[in-house]
C-alpha cells in the first residue's frame, strides 16, 4: 500500500475519523457509505479540499432538518419562511464584489429583503455598485480574516484593450486577493497571470470575533465566504472561537489552487471538521444566478385547482370563446388608464393581467388594487430587449421567473399563469423552466399590437389620425379572431393605442361579435396545449387555406 493510502486508511481507523463518519451518515451529510467508498477507491485516493467539500455538500432529499449545535438548534436547510417572527435576519456577504450576491440574495431568497445585509470588500473601486441598496451596509476596503490587521491586497488591473487575459479568460474579475504567487508579486507591471497589479494596504477584522461582538445566538444569520483563499484561516478560526454558535447556515467556495500555505492535508482536515460542527459549506455562485439549494428553497407554489399542466403553452379557448389578457408595461401611467378604462365599462369584463416582477416591487398599491378585481399572472421581472431574452441563460432565467413569482407572494397573492415575452424556438428553455415552477404558458392567439401576421407600418397604419387608426386595429383583430374561432386576445399597455381602441374593442366584443367572454383559466381548462413545431413555429402566423 503506498504511503497515501496508509494515511488516508490510518486517519479513516482512527476514533475520530469514525465519530465524525457515523454522525455524518446519520444526519444525512453523507448519503451513504458508498459515497465515502468511492472517494476511497483507487481512483480518488488523493482527496482534495473541493472534493470534499463537494462530497459534504451534496443534497439529500431525506436530509434531516436539525443538527444539535451548542447550545442552540441547528436547522441545516431551514428556509427563511420557517424562521420565527421577529428575529433578526443578517447575510454576512463576504467577497462582495459587484453587490451580485447582494441582488441575487434580494431578487430570489426567501424573505431576503427583510435582511440586513454586510458587505465587505476589499477593493474600494467596486464601492459603487453598491449605492443602490437599503438596509445594507458596505465594509470597503476591508478584508475579512483570522486577525485584526493591515494586509497588503493584491487587485486587478483596470480593463483596458490591451489588458490580456486573465488568468487564461478574457474577463473582468473585479476584486482580488491577499494571496499572489511570487510571480505575480514582483510583476508590478501588468500583475501576472491574474492581473494582479494594482496594490493597497487595507484592514482587515477578526471575522469570528466581530460575528460574537456584533450578533447574538438568537439571531439568524447566513455566511456567505467567498474570499479567496482566506476562507482557510477563518473557519479554523471561528471553530477555535465558538463562533460558529452564531452562525444558521454556511455559503461559499473553497479556493483550493490559491497559495495560502496551507498543506492538501490540513485543508482536507478542515472541512472535515466543519461537518463535524453540523455545517456544510454550499456552492453560492452570483455570477452564475445559483446556489446549491436554490430548488429546495423555491418548490412551486400555485394557487389550489390550479387547471392544465405546468409548463405546457395555451393559446386556444372553446371555438366562440374570448378571453382577454393585458401585458402591463413599466410605464405606470399607461398601465393605469388602460385598466382604469377597462374597469370603468359597464359589462365587468374577465381581464387577467400580466404583470412584471419589477413593476409589483415598484408599485405594490397599484397591483393590490388590481387583484382585488381580475387575475393576475407573471411576466419576466422587468422589461428585455427580445435578443436578450432569446439569449439567455437558463440560470438568469430562472431567477428571472422566481423573483418576479416572490413579489406578487410578498403581497400574499400566487399565480400559475406566465405570459413570456418571447415565442419560437427560444421558447423551448422558458417552457422547461415554467415547468419546474408549476407556471401554465399563456401566448395569446391574437396580439396587438404584435404578431398578428400583417405588419403595421407608416403606410398602412401609423401615419393615418387615431380616429381612422381605430377601425384599422379593430379589423385586423376582427380578422384574426375569426380566422381562430376566438382565443386569448392579448393587449399591451405600453402601447398608446392599446388605450385609444379600449372602449370601442370591448364595444364590438361585448355588443357585435357574438363571442363568450371568459377567463383565460377557463381557456386553460378547456383548450387543448399548443404543441412547440420547430424552429420556425409562430403561433401568430396568418393560417393559409387551400
Known amino acids: 500500500m503506498s504511503t497515501g493510502i496508509g494515511l488516508i486508511m490510518r486517519s479513516f481507523r482512527s476514533n475520530k475519523m469514525i465519530v465524525a463518519l457515523t454522525i455524518f451518515v446519520c444526519l444525512g451529510l453523507i448519503p451513504s457509505y458508498s459515497v465515502v467508498q468511492s472517494y476511497l477507491s483507487p481512483s480518488k485516493i488523493h ?3 473541493d472534493e470534499l467539500a463537494r462530497l459534504y455538500n451534496k443534497d439529500v432529499a431525506t436530509e434531516p432538518a436539525r443538527i444539535e449545535m451548542g447550545h442552540r438548534s441547528k436547522e441545516a436547510d431551514v428556509a427563511a419562511f420557517l424562521v420565527a417572527n421577529g428575529t433578526t435576519k443578517v447575510l454576512l456577504d463576504c467577497g462582495a464584489n459587484t453587490a451580485s450576491s447582494v441582488q441575487l440574495f434580494r431578487d430570489t431568497y426567501p424573505d431576503g429583503r427583510n435582511y440586513v445585509i454586510h458587505s465587505f470588500e476589499i477593493d474600494e473601486r467596486l464601492g459603487p455598485y453598491f449605492s443602490p441598496y437599503r438596509n445594507h451596509h458596505l465594509h470597503c476596503p476591508v478584508g475579512v480574516a483570522a486577525e485584526y490587521g493591515n494586509v497588503t491586497a493584491y487587485l486587478e488591473s483596470v480593463w483596458g484593450p490591451d489588458k490580456g487575459l486573465n488568468n487564461g479568460r478574457d474577463m473582468q474579475w473585479g476584486g482580488g486577493t491577499f494571496y499572489a504567487d511570487p510571480a505575480e508579486i514582483q510583476d508590478k507591471e501588468t500583475g501576472g497571470k491574474r492581473k494582479l497589479s494594482t496594490r493597497r494596504v487595507i484592514p482587515t477584522i477578526d471575522l469570528a470575533q466581530w460575528i460574537k461582538e456584533n450578533f447574538s445566538v438568537e ?9 479567496e483563499g482566506a476562507e482557510f484561516n477563518i473557519l479554523q478560526r471561528m471553530l477555535q472561537t465558538g463562533a460558529f454558535k452564531y452562525i444558521d447556515k454556511l455559503y461559499g467556495e473553497y479556493h483550493n489552487s490559491q497559495p495560502t500555505g496551507w498543506s492538501q492535508k490540513s485543508k482536507n482536515q478542515l472541512v472535515l471538521d466543519i461537518g463535524e460542527a453540523g455545517f456544510t459549506l454550499k456552492e453560492w455562485e452570483a455570477d452564475r444566478h445559483m446556489y446549491s439549494d436554490f430548488e429546495k428553497l423555491h418548490p412551486p407554489e400555485i394557487p389550489l385547482n390550479t387547471p392544465g399542466t405546468a409548463g405546457e403553452i395555451y393559446s386556444l379557448c372553446q371555438p366562440g370563446s374570448v378571453s382577454l389578457a393585458v401585458a402591463i408595461g413599466m410605464n405606470h401611467k399607461r398601465a393605469h388608464k388602460v385598466i382604469s378604462t377597462l374597469q370603468a365599462y359597464p359589462t365587468r369584463l374577465p381581464l387577467t393581467l ?4 419589477d413593476f409589483v416591487e415598484q408599485f405594490p398599491d397599484t397591483v393590490m388594487a388590481w387583484a382585488r378585481r381580475y387575475r393576475l399572472g407573471i411576466r419576466e421581472d422587468g422589461d428585455y430587449p427580445k435578443a436578450y431574452l432569446e439569449t439567455m441563460p437558463k440560470n438568469l432565467i430562472r431567477r428571472s421567473l422566481v423573483s418576479s413569482l416572490m413579489r406578487l407572494q410578498e403581497l400574499d397573492l400566487k399565480t400559475a399563469l406566465y405570459w413570456p415575452a418571447i415565442n419560437g424556438s427560444s421558447l423551448s428553455k422558458f417552457k422547461l423552466l415554467a415547468k419546474t415552477r408549476g407556471l401554465r404558458i399563456i401566448q395569446p392567439t391574437v396580439e396587438f399590437p404584435g404578431k398578428l401576421g400583417t405588419k403595421l407600418t407608416s403606410e398602412n397604419y401609423y401615419h393615418y389620425r387615431d380616429v381612422e387608426r381605430v377601425p384599422r386595429a379593430l379589423r385586423l383583430i376582427h ?68
Open 47 to 49: 482527496l482534495t479540499a
Open 354 to 357: 400580466f404583470v412584471y416582477g
Open 479 to 546: 380578422n384574426r379572431l375569426m380566422e381562430t374561432q376566438g382565443g386569448i386576445l392579448g393587449l399591451d399597455s405600453d402601447i398608446p393605442d392599446t388605450y385609444t381602441i379600449a372602449v370601442f374593442l370591448m364595444d364590438y366584443l361585448v355588443k357585435n361579435s357574438n363571442y363568450r367572454l371568459v377567463e383565460v383559466e377557463d381557456c386553460v381548462r378547456e383548450g387543448t396545449p399548443v404543441a412547440m413545431k420547430g424552429e420556425d413555429f409562430d403561433i401568430w402566423a396568418p393560417k393559409h387555406t387551400n
Open 219 to 227: 439571531d439568524y444569520v447566513i455566511l456567505k465566504l467567498d474570499v
